[in-house]
């Protein structure tokens, strides 16, 4: 992208508050610097069940925090939280991203799709999943991945019930999380929540595994950009930022 063009500007519903400093944190560590807006979106309760989460990702939560971006000239938008899009099946995704787009007139995604791209990316083809989810959820997101036909060779999860529990794990905790989850037969790492703090430890994240690890607030990141056509080669945010996303 030239000097002179100017960044993308990309909008993240983001459901309580975790680890939603990251897109700010995302924006200022790429060239040009985006410009991101993030909507606090309400639901009844925190917690990694598929009742919970499904109200949580529910059309008219989407359609509740997309009323704060209606003049906000944003160019793409995300839905960001990855158990509250895949615990809704395909047809789930398909109704939240249709719901944005009708509101908006953006392009839109959500997280969990974010990761089905960001795997075929990074030309991975079987992968581990480091959930800090309870197991019941993490293997609705194994379920979601192969439909994609992405191998799981290994999944592993924290049983941690809220959003808020999780946004509080500090960089060795997650490192520790990385290197006691990478797979001899995995082309990748998946961490799947966005209530994990990951942006500023990309790097130490994927050395540690001696892989490519896919975090949730860096792939919703990366698909904002693809889905603005803003989307180019970036240092310091991991293997999937180095992909020429034209080749």
Partial sequence: MDKNTPGPRLAFLYPGHAAEDDYP????????PAEVRVVHTAFDVDAHTVDA???MGSPARLTEGAAHLESADMEAVLWTSTSASFVRGIDGIGEQIETL???LHIP???TAMAFARAVTAINARRVAIAATYPRDIA???KTFLEHFDIEVVHI????IITAAEVGTLEKEAVLRFVTDNDHPDADALLIPDTALHSAAWLEDLEAAAGK???T????SFWEGLRLCGKLTPQSGLGTLFRVDPWN
């Fill in 25 to 32: 944190r995302l924006a200022g560590m790429i060239s040009p």
């Fill in 53 to 55: 989460l499904t109200e």
């Fill in 101 to 103: 787009e009708n509101l």
């Fill in 108 to 110: 839109a995604s959500t």
């Fill in 139 to 141: 293997l609705l997101f």
């Fill in 156 to 159: 592993n999860c924290r049983g």
């Fill in 212 to 214: 490519p690890v896919l």
């Fill in 216 to 219: 949730a607030n860096q792939v």
